[in-house]
């Protein structure tokens, strides 16, 4: 039967009023439930009052930038994905809305079923699709225990805080561990397409993946370089 968009409600936050009432309207007509504001004051309001399933966010907002609104959430535990829309095109500004907890990033001017597109994908892999009905174990390797049903990670012990995507990262890495890993491979895996085979997406949360896992022990995430990452031991390590 398809998808069924009509369960997840998006959040739109645009202060400009033209490019918020097409969305808006593109969004409905795709059968989402849509609420809208157009600074980041009323966005954290409606997302305390309506817990949406994606946020469609500008960065250059009147009262301050969806940057600060995305870290804002993740501070309070709230990981909501967030699509980024900005009319930036500097990879600086992508590298830091994807560190800053966001899921991806558009820029304007867009095509509306670019954002479509979008939208379905990160539904789909943060919350659209019902979870397997089979109990997943628990992955590990060395110190590192990734529960998948639970949604934790820890680290000869400790907890560890991921983000959903920075999750579904670590669970590709973990599932095949001493294995390199392309980054079109990753790519569709835990974004479920192809970014027109842009490719720094993947090096932008591997970084910020890395610098979570391998703060306290021994480096577990490894660059290929020319191919891709891998999960294993440091080679002097390695039995």
Sequence with gaps: MGDRPARHTVLVVEDDPGIRTL?????????????????????????????????????????????????????????????????????EDRIIGLSSGGDDYVTKPFHIQEILLRVRAILRRTGGAPRPPAEQPPLRYADLSVDRERHTVHRAGAPVQLSPTEFRLLVCLASQPEKVLEKQ???LAVWQYGFAGDTRI??????????????????????????GYCLRLPREDAP
Excluded: C, Q, W
């Design 185 to 187: 491979d990753i790519l």
């Design 23 to 91: 969305l808006t309207s593109a969004l409905n007509a795709a059968g989402y439930s849509v609420v809208s504001a157009a600074n980041g004051g009323d966005a954290a309001g409606e997302v305390e009052r309506g817990r949406p399933d994606l946020i469609v966010l500008d960065v250059m907002l009147p009262d301050t930038d969806g940057f600060a609104v995305t870290r804002g959430l993740r501070s309070r535990g709230d990981y909501t994905p967030v699509l980024f829309l900005t009319a930036r095109t500097d990879i």
């Design 202 to 227: 993947v090096d932008t949360y591997i970084k910020n993946l890395r610098r979570k896992i391998d703060r306290a022990g021994r480096p577990l995430i490894h660059t290929v370089r020319g191919v």
